[in-house]
């Protein structure tokens, strides 16, 4: 503990900024929405101290605006990677014996940094890169990646307080050290502040990571960097590396020294990182911790004692708040016959009401989706959708890629529950509705908890209290995040913190003690003031 026991400022989340017009908030991040998008960023490889342009770049541009340029990012070959590696393992050696709050100090600042003189910024980037509305990018890249790092140093000093009992006899202590070796941060594009925290997360209890942020998240990536490096955080704590992901994962898990990883994207690629693990174990020197949150096939389930216009609203926000592109998104739902035609008029009339284009026109609800691939897959099933006749498209159902990756958001209704679409994570505005008998609620329940591999979110709204009772108790392992009367997404750090399991996960909860708790390896220490002197016990008189 060094020369004090230290209390950490008290954690509080991030005040949401309202960006209504006539706010300076508003004037203030358009203007450098404007300045980022007409001008161009090099991102460099982070090595140590080291700013590395390898020459062999990619394009960085809009997901609203595919044929403008806004940046470039160079990408790494094998020894780069080998080269994080070797000089994180050497940054260890003075970072893990750092007193704990100086760790704390840097990314307390970061923090700072991020509320104040970098939130546009970091809206900006998250915005034009990733294609999210102003609201989006303020509740993920300005306040939850703040929420992140406040509350895990406030985590952090709870995890050191609590210590084992000790008596006359002999002083017991317990320090949580950071693990033997390094730690490997994947993250995905859709939240800026799942990119920050993974590597920072691990960071702060005294491990050094290597870190490959998405290649669709490359602008907002190279913000975190920025302000790492201005909140003090030493050369070579994380490094940011960027290329061919299966050769960037191959040549870390190769690396006697690799000690865990910290992960958010797909389950195949997660299963993947899985089994690599495992024909590597007798390779390594301890046991990887392997961390991941991945995929989600999230549901609402309606109660025929719903309020229709609370049902459609937690639709409308549920399925296609950031184009449905988060984990959490509700991308199936079942509604009971009774409310049915209410509940269908006041979402289709919602979903008229949506603006789609840029994020820099504020009045726009919708933009665009991340990427080529992911526009022609949603494109895929909706045309396939259009063919099936167990399948009906209420809304939407249109898509244009000439000058961005937009899909109209689209409610499909089906007469099957295990539809295509019901089963099937499609990670955009698509959402599948399965409409049941009301005397059928409970069999729908145990359909709902059946249809899917995951169980990440889902939520129940209903007015009846035996019937949410009934849903929580059936629903308990199909979602790790459940809400009742509210949708299935908006996890707040410090509060709702955040993992599911089944294929959705390791359900290790972001945004609580609980995932730090991983990235430390327990050390015992009993100290006995007066040993024994001869090895007879009483019972031997």
Request: net charge negative; aromatic share 10%.
């Given at each position: ?10 954690a509080v ?29 090099e991102i ?16 960085i ?17 094998k ?17 893990a014996?750092l ?7 840097v990314?307390?600042k ?44 406030e ?47 691990a ?17 907002s990536?190279?913000?975190i960097?920025?302000v ?30 690799f ?8 389950t ?12 590597n ?8 911790r ?28 549920g ?8 984990c959490?998104a ?7 016959k009774?409310?049915?035609p ?6 289709v009339?919602d ?16 933009n665009a ?10 494109a895929?099933?909706?045309d ?27 409610v ?5 529950p ?28 145990h359909?709902?908890d ?6 990440l ?29 509210d ?25 609580s ?29």
């Amino acid at each position: 503990m060094g020369k004090g026991f230290f209390q950490v400022p008290p954690a509080v989340n991030e005040p949401i900024k309202s960006y209504a017009p006539g706010t300076p908030e508003r004037a203030s991040v358009l203007e450098t929405y404007k300045k980022l998008y007409n001008s161009k960023v090099e991102i460099p490889l982070y090595i140590g101290g080291k700013e590395i342009k390898t020459g062999h770049t990619k394009s960085i541009r809009p997901p609203h605006d595919h044929q403008k340029e806004v940046g470039t990012y160079h990408t790494a070959e094998k020894q780069h990677v080998e080269d994080a590696i070797s000089t994180a393992l050497e940054a260890r050696k003075k970072w893990a014996k750092l007193p704990w709050e100086q760790r704390a100090a840097v990314f307390l600042k970061a923090a700072d940094l991020i509320a104040g003189p970098y939130r546009d910024k970091m809206n900006a980037s998250t915005m034009i890169g990733q294609s999210k509305n102003i609201f989006q990018a303020e509740i993920d890249s300005a306040c939850e990646i703040v929420d992140f790092l406040r509350f895990n140093v406030e985590y952090m000093s709870q995890i050191y307080e609590e210590q084992p009992e000790s008596d006359a006899q002999a002083w017991n202590r317990v320090e949580h050290r950071p693990l033997e070796g390094f730690v490997y941060a994947i993250t995905p594009f859709n939240f800026t502040a799942i990119a920050g925290n993974l590597p920072s997360s691990a960071a702060l209890m005294g491990n050094v990571a290597v870190w490959k942020p998405s290649d669709s998240q490359m602008y907002s990536a190279q913000v975190i960097m920025e302000v790492f490096k201005e909140a003090g955080l030493p050369d070579g704590v994380i490094n940011m590396i960027i290329g061919d992901p299966e050769m960037i994962t191959d040549t870390v898990l190769a690396s006697p020294d690799f000690a865990g990883v910290h992960f958010t994207g797909s389950t195949n690629v997660f299963k993947g990182i899985w089994a690599k693990i495992g024909q590597n174990i007798h390779n390594y020197k301890t046991y990887p911790r392997i961390v991941g949150e991945t995929g989600g096939k999230d549901f609402i389930v309606a109660h025929n004692s719903a309020s229709p216009k609370v049902v459609s609203t937690a639709l409308a926000r549920g399925a296609f708040e950031f184009q449905g592109q988060k984990c959490s998104a509700a991308s199936r739902s079942y509604i009971p016959k009774s409310i049915w035609p209410e509940v269908k008029d006041l979402l289709v009339e919602d979903i008229k009401s949506f603006k789609i284009g840029s994020p820099e026109n504020m009045e726009n609800f919708i933009n665009a989706v991340i990427h080529e691939a992911s526009f022609d897959k949603l494109a895929k099933y909706i045309d396939q959708a259009k063919e099936d006749k167990d399948a009906e498209i209420i809304a939407g159902g249109n898509y244009d890629k000439s000058k961005g990756w937009f899909v109209e958001p689209t409610v499909i209704v089906t007469t099957d529950p295990k539809y295509t679409t019901m089963v099937t994570e499609l990670f955009g505005p698509v959402l599948t509705i399965y409409v049941y008998d009301d005397d059928k609620y409970e069999e729908t329940l145990h359909l709902v908890d059946e249809t899917s591999q995951y169980g990440l979110t889902g939520s129940i709204i209903s007015t009846d209290r035996y019937a949410a009772s009934q849903a929580t108790d059936i629903l308990e392992n199909s979602a790790g995040n459940f809400y009742i009367n509210d949708k299935c997404t908006g996890a707040v750090v410090g509060r709702q913190p955040f993992g599911g399991a089944r294929n959705s996960g390791t359900n290790d909860k972001a945004g609580s003690k609980l995932n730090l708790l991983r990235w430390t390896s327990p050390r015992l220490i009993k100290e006995t003031f007066v040993p024994a002197t001869d090895y007879r016990y009483p019972f031997m008189g």
